[in-house]
């Protein structure tokens, strides 16, 4: 089973900027995937980046890209996700998980997930 404990969220206004972290612990020799997931209030959990551990290979849904990246620190163990240019509306819960099952998006099926970390944006 895949720990995973975030952090680094906080409150910034409009334009600045965050690096959240996910340090993983456990068996991780079958993760397939790895991603930062955000919630916010009335609405349904959505990928915010994608990482595919084979290859490296990233993805962004069009509301982030050119903004946030993702990457990972394989010798700690540790994803990361730096935000810059924030946006009111990037205000969320934001989730890493880790997915073992084979899924061409990486939709967090079945993934591990942390306790949350919470990014909010004021105007």
């Known amino acids: 089973q895949v720990h995973l404990m975030e952090s680094g969220g906080g409150s910034v206004q409009t334009g600045g900027s965050l690096r959240l972290s996910c340090d993983a612990s456990?068996?991780?020799?079958?993760?397939?995937?790895m991603g930062w997931f955000r919630q916010a209030p009335g609405k349904e959990r959505e990928r915010a980046a994608s990482?595919?551990?084979?290859?490296?290979?990233?993805w962004y849904p069009r509301s982030v890209r050119g903004r946030f990246t993702i990457s990972k620190d394989n010798a700690k163990n540790t994803l990361y996700l730096q935000m810059n240019d924030l946006k009111p509306e990037d205000t969320a819960m934001y989730y890493c998980?880790?997915?073992?099952?084979?899924?061409?998006?990486?939709?967090?099926?079945?993934?591990?997930w942390g306790q949350g970390t919470q990014v909010t944006v004021s105007s």
């Open positions: 998980a880790a997915q073992e099952a084979w899924d061409t998006h990486c939709s967090g099926k079945d993934a591990a």
């Open positions: 456990g068996d991780t020799s079958s993760t397939f995937c």
């Open positions: 990482l595919f551990t084979n290859d490296g290979s990233t």
